[in-house]
T-cell receptor
């Protein structure tokens, strides 16, 4: 089955540690996105990539980093510089043009 | 970026039609109107999109005002599985990377 996988579903980390969230897609989509969602709020864009080896900052990129070495993969690193990292993180991909985005199931990150 | 305004919440009875409104008075001529919905603890899923004409698909219908300053998502027969947060989003030109800007959406509850 084609789709987007995110792992792990739940992640706990100690304050001051970096953590990397995985996002893999087998839809052959060119564009990929990372969003953050806080309780009761809409999604906010962190980073996006339209092509391999290229990515752009979204609205809330501070404290995050990404890489796009392969078309299928777009990992997100939450660094210790991110002041409030506890949130629900969602990855998405899109084939191109005005086509819709497909979302993964999300990773819920809790910083202890 | 053009903004959308939606009611915070709406209620519906099962098997009745639901009309979810969205205002977007500052929409530009090249903005597409997209609707996504998000079930609890899941990633959003695409519902429908349109530019000027009304659109129908297996999930819903989208009615767009003649001046394009408002639109309505229509669920023809609400089921309990339609209880979700519905987001109305304006999608700008392709050269903006296909970004989606989420507001807070409308939380739809469906009563049996």
């Amino acid at each position: 089955d084609g789709g987007i996988t995110q792992s792990p579903k739940y992640l706990f980390r100690k304050e001051g540690q970096n953590v990397t969230l995985s996002c893999e897609q087998n839809l052959n989509h060119d564009a990929m996105y990372w969003y953050r969602q806080d309780p009761g709020q809409g999604l906010r864009l962190i980073y996006y990539s339209q092509i391999v080896n290229d990515f752009q900052k979204g609205d809330i990129a501070e404290g995050y980093s990404v890489s796009r070495e392969k078309k299928e993969s777009f990992p997100l690193t939450v660094t210790s510089a991110q002041k409030n990292p506890t949130a629900f993180y969602l990855c998405a991909s899109r084939s191109g043009g005005y086509n819709e985005q497909f979302f993964g199931p999300g990773t819920r990150l809790t910083v202890l | 970026d053009a903004k959308t305004t939606q009611p915070n919440s709406m209620e519906s009875n099962e098997e009745e039609p639901v009309h979810l409104p969205c205002n977007h008075s500052t929409i530009s001529g090249t903005d597409y109107i997209h609707w996504y919905r998000q079930l609890p603890s899941q990633g959003p899923e695409y519902v429908i999109h349109g530019l000027t004409s009304n659109v129908n698909n297996r999930m819903a219908s989208l009615a767009i005002a003649e001046d394009r300053k408002s639109s309505t998502l229509i669920l023809h027969r609400a089921t309990l599985r339609d209880a979700a947060v519905y987001y109305c989003i304006l999608r700008g030109p392709y050269n903006q990377g296909g970004k989606l800007i989420f507001g807070q959406g409308t939380e739809l509850s469906v009563k049996p």
